[in-house]
């Protein structure tokens, strides 16, 4: 098999996303055929109900503003006005009462007034004005009625059901990745986290997580709590208690993984929390839980250990969304975070902000960081943003019977057991797999498909850029290095969420090729 000198080379500097360009370029350089991009986590499906709400919404949205100035140029509007709303609202309502759209909004009002408590006309005038974006946010975290619906989504999504850590609040964000960015931030700016100091991440990781704490504006050292991939990619006892390091002031996770695609087990998530109360009651977590809802029974880090954690959720994975960046940050009101403001550190970056002696908590301090302080009065999310967010939250809980994640979880197990079938290996299978990623784990593949001389020497000659290089240029298949997740092994991630059945299959046809081209170098 032929292969130049880029081949040869692994250029293990670059970021998996940063390589997957040089990739994407190879995939795309064959005019005489199409290119199976399965590097991307953007899903091709999405949920449609929640988009036709905001729409039908944003009309009557309209007609609101249009009454103020009526009587002068058409497309001068006003701002909305409450007296009489409701009323208004019933009268359209009952001229698009054919509209799904407008039977989802009935529906979302009706769930949010009687299991949530939301007195319909509020939280009516609330979503209109959003949909306008004619405010600036306010509260500047969240909008009032927003939070409400939301924190009550991810009680059900990521606590099944139910919070036994007391109330929490949530800051709305530019999506996942601006949530983390305002996090490190904000806990370097309140000396939380200084230069020189220890955190812990789970590992395999997405790749920005490892990235961070090296900035020179962080400067922090990683103590790495890898998961052993012997078949569903846990914590051991030995790994976890690494966290009894009283230098090891923050633990970051992503749960359930990228790229392993596996939930943390009951079982971790509890030694995780005897660990924190008996030797740790001082560890920050962070945990970023962005795929839970693909999980089954899934329990975030945030119910277990609720003192202890914040967590990161963002809504583009689940609901298709990741153009309108959506993302949370979520923190109880008894967190260790809030406690050690106690001690009054940082105080006076914020005295433009919040008066002497006004309260204040860690979610009011990102908020003002994400501004820059100075700018606080115009932080927050874009309210279209935050409708959005919230119809998408009322979607899940008007779908009681599920059927909308039903669909989702058979899509991409359907896609993972179809390309594991098309390579011709036995796919994994745990009460903690979530699938919409997969490792392939190079070594393990090639002794199963051949045998283990042959893996062996793959391993040893051979590089996992080499053939993602190869596959590339060959086939149009784009892979990703699994080594830029930090995976041990030698290994590729495969996303199962963008491509169709047929496409799958024949990326693992094109996987076993290339391979198969190795092994008859192998033979020669």
Not at 21 to 47: C, I, K, T, V, Y
Request: hydrophobic share 40%; charged share 20%.
């Amino acid at each position: 098999m032929a292969t130049s000198d880029l081949f040869a080379k692994e250029d293990t500097s670059l970021s998996p996303f940063e390589f997957k360009d040089q990739l994407l370029e190879l995939a795309s350089s064959h005019a005489d055929r199409m290119m199976l991009n399965a590097g991307r986590g953007n899903p091709n499906f999405l949920a449609i109900a929640p988009r036709r709400a905001f729409l039908q919404l944003s009309e009557f949205a309209l007609q609101e503003a249009e009454r103020s100035y009526s009587y002068l140029h058409s497309g001068f509007g006003g701002l909305p006005e409450r007296d009489g709303m409701l009323g208004r609202f019933d009268a359209y309502m009952q001229s698009h009462c054919d509209s799904s759209g407008m039977k989802f909004i009935r529906a979302a009002l009706c769930l949010a007034n009687d299991q949530l408590g939301i007195e319909t006309e509020g939280f009516l005038f609330e979503l209109v004005n959003a949909a306008l974006g004619c405010y600036y946010p306010e509260p500047v975290s969240m909008l009032t009625y927003c939070e409400i619906v939301v924190k009550e989504y991810l009680q059900q999504e990521l606590m099944a059901g139910s919070n036994n850590g007391g109330d929490f609040r949530l800051f709305a964000t530019e999506g996942g990745t601006a949530a983390m960015s305002y996090l490190f931030h904000s806990l370097k700016a309140n000396r939380f986290l200084s230069k020189g100091d220890f955190i812990a991440i789970v590992t395999p990781v997405f790749a920005p997580y490892l990235e961070i704490p090296e900035l020179e504006d962080y400067q922090l050292y990683v103590n790495e709590l890898v998961t052993t991939d012997s078949g569903n990619w846990q914590l051991s006892d030995e790994t976890i208690h690494q966290l009894a390091n009283p230098a090891i002031k923050l633990l970051c996770l992503v749960n359930p993984g990228n790229p392993s695609s596996f939930a943390l087990s009951e079982d971790s998530l509890n030694r995780i929390k005897q660990l924190v109360e008996s030797a740790r009651p001082d560890l920050m977590i962070v945990t970023d839980d962005v795929y839970g809802p693909f999980a089954d029974g899934f329990f975030s880090l945030f119910k277990v250990c609720p003192r202890n954690t914040l967590c990161v959720y963002s809504f583009s994975k689940y609901f298709g969304a990741t153009g309108w960046r959506l993302g949370v940050i979520a923190i109880h009101e008894q967190s260790l975070f809030n406690q050690r403001l106690e001690e009054d550190q940082g105080q006076g970056r914020y005295r433009t902000v919040f008066r002497a002696g006004q309260e204040n908590d860690f979610i009011d301090r990102m908020v003002a960081d994400s501004r820059s302080v100075a700018l606080h009065h115009s932080a927050g999310l874009s309210t279209p943003q935050q409708l959005q967010m919230a119809l998408f939250s009322l979607a899940s809980m008007i779908d009681s019977e599920r059927i909308y994640q039903k669909e989702a979880k058979r899509l991409i197990r359907s896609r993972l057991a179809t390309l594991y079938k098309s390579i011709g290996i036995e796919q994994p299978k745990s009460h903690e797999l979530v699938g919409y990623y997969t490792l392939l784990d190079l070594e393990e593949m090639a002794a199963t498909l051949y045998n283990r001389r042959f893996a062996t020497w793959f391993v040893e000659r051979h590089s996992c850029s080499e053939l993602l290089l190869t596959l590339a240029d060959e086939t149009g298949v784009v892979l990703l290095p699994g080594a830029g997740f930090d995976v041990k092994k030698p290994a590729v991630r495969v996303s199962l969420a963008n491509l169709t059945l047929a496409q799958y299959k024949a990326i693992g046809e094109c996987v076993r090729k290339v391979l198969t081209e190795f092994y008859q170098e192998f033979t020669c």
